[in-house]
T-cell receptor, first 116, second 111 residues
């Protein structure tokens, strides 16, 4: 159990366009979902925390108007990168926690975004 | 001070040897500690978690926690080439369900 999926796994887009990434918990209800970004050879950087039905909490330095997060249900969160630029090219990973699961985070497989 | 520190550089170990990884954390209120493994180009996968002081063994992996000294370690026994990856230490942030991650330690197992 505790499988998290992400879609798409890889996306290439033109500068200025918007890209939506979906994160789904397949076999459990996710009380909280997290969005991370990882640049090559660097560690995970938490971008935001989202709880179903409420606004996401963004980490310092992350533009909430650029990285739109919607957590519409207990199994789905989406991250939209608006007006993407080449510097937004990165590996985006979501994770989810289960109710009463003591902070353990289950990670999705990640989405590789390349902005041309 | 960073929340979670993993200061060792890349670790090369011969196949069959023990790999030892260390991690220190700053928040004395932390209660949950995790080790994740991340292969290049992939997302992290959980390999161990530990909540209580002492050792916890799972197969070839042993996690050790010392809350008084605020460190957690991971031992990999009988290292295999498939263990070659980056290992991330993660600690819960007291008061919320966020995890703070270290920068990771790369392990290379030499056949």
């Amino acid at each position: 159990g505790a499988v998290v999926s992400q879609h798409p796994s890889r996306v290439i887009c033109k500068s200025g366009t918007s890209v939506k990434i979906e994160c789904r918990s397949l076999d459990f209800q996710a009380t909280t979902m997290f969005w991370y970004r990882q640049f090559p050879k660097q560690s995970l950087m938490l971008m935001a925390t989202s709880n179903e039905g409420s606004k996401a909490t963004y980490e310092q330095g992350v533009e909430k108007d650029k990285f739109l997060i919607n957590h519409a249900s207990l199994t789905l969160s989406t991250l939209t990168v608006t007006s993407a630029h080449p510097e937004d090219s990165s590996f985006y990973i979501c994770s989810a926690t289960r109710l009463l699961a003591s902070n353990e985070q289950f990670f999705g497989p990640g989405t590789r975004l390349t902005v041309l | 001070q960073k929340e979670v520190e993993q200061n060792s550089g890349p670790l090369s170990v011969p196949e069959g040897a023990i790999a030892s990884l260390n991690c220190t954390y700053s928040d004395r209120g932390s209660q949950s500690f995790f080790w994740y493994r991340q292969y290049s180009g992939k997302s992290p996968e959980l390999i161990m978690f530990i909540y209580s002081n002492g050792d916890k063994e799972d197969g070839r992996f042993t996690a050790q926690l010392n809350k008084a000294s605020q460190y957690v370690s991971l031992l990999i026994r009988d290292s295999q080439p498939s263990d070659s990856a980056t290992y991330l230490c993660a600690v819960n942030v007291y008061g919320n369900n966020r995890l703070a991650f270290g920068k990771g330690n790369q392990v290379v197992v030499i056949p």
